[in-house]
């Protein structure tokens, strides 16, 4: 059973860079196959997909959000990371991070993680 | 960016009720949707893929279909662990989108 566990601070300053990893048991990131994606849910509001990586490092991102994320993967660890600089409040919220399938469609998530911009 | 039009944005409906919830494309997508069920304070579960394929592990009383760019998600017979928020995604093209859910309430 393929788990994904999100890790990172809670609360980031506005103006700096938010920064969350993805721990992913039960299965490998370098076996192929799989998107690992991050998705994430203003409070109250629907989901808005980050952007993903393959584990050859090949990454699609949101073209609104593509100047300030970079996502990257470190497959000795078997985790992914998430990258956002210059937050706002704008940034607050739920950020998930997840297995896509080769179709796009997201199979497992992690637990989900808040994240509140504010001084 | 493809843009998905869910509705209603809610519904109030009985134990037993058949529930349905319509998602639309602004273009086509051929079969590229999935539908998610959200709980309060979870993240969400695929339910559907592939416009009608039912996950491993899904009761059979959620069930998909489409036709054209409209897409449809029912829940045959609500039960109660079935209140929650649900929402559409296509992965037709980048950036994946999603609508903007439908939340299912006690009536």
């Known amino acids: 059973q393929v788990q994904l566990q999100e890790s990172g601070p809670g609360l980031v300053k506005p103006s700096q860079t938010l920064s969350l990893t993805c721990t992913v048991s039960?299965?490998?990131?370098?076996?192929?196959?799989?998107?690992w994606s991050w998705i994430r849910q203003h409070p109250g509001k629907g989901l808005e997909w980050i952007g993903h990586?393959?584990?050859?490092?090949?990454?699609y991102y949101n073209p609104s959000l593509k100047s300030r994320v970079t996502i990257s993967v470190d497959t000795s660890k078997n985790q992914f990371s998430l990258k956002l600089s210059s937050v706002t409040a704008a940034d607050t919220a739920v950020y998930y991070c997840?297995?896509?399938?080769?179709?796009?469609?997201?199979?497992?998530w992690g637990q989900g993680t808040l994240v509140t911009v504010s001084s | 960016d493809i843009q998905m039009t869910q509705s209603p944005s809610s519904v109030s409906a009985s134990v037993g009720d058949r529930v349905t919830i319509t998602c639309r494309a602004s273009?086509?997508?051929?079969?590229?949707l999935a539908w998610y069920q959200q709980k309060p304070g979870k993240a969400p579960k695929l339910l559907i893929y592939?416009?009608?394929s039912l996950q491993s592990g899904v009761p059979s009383r959620f069930s998909g279909s489409e036709s054209g760019t409209d897409f449809t998600l029912t829940i045959s017979s609500l039960q109660p662990e079935d209140f929650a928020t649900y929402y559409c995604?296509?992965?037709?093209?980048?950036?994946?989108?999603f609508g903007q859910g439908t939340k299912v309430e006690i009536k």
């Open positions: 997840a297995r896509a399938l080769r179709s796009g469609f997201l199979d497992y």
């Open positions: 039960g299965g490998s990131i370098s076996s192929g196959g799989y998107y």
């Open positions: 990586i393959y584990y050859s490092g090949s990454t």
């Open positions: 273009q086509g997508i051929s079969s590229w």
């Open positions: 592939a416009a009608s």
């Open positions: 995604q296509q992965s037709n093209s980048f950036p994946r989108t």
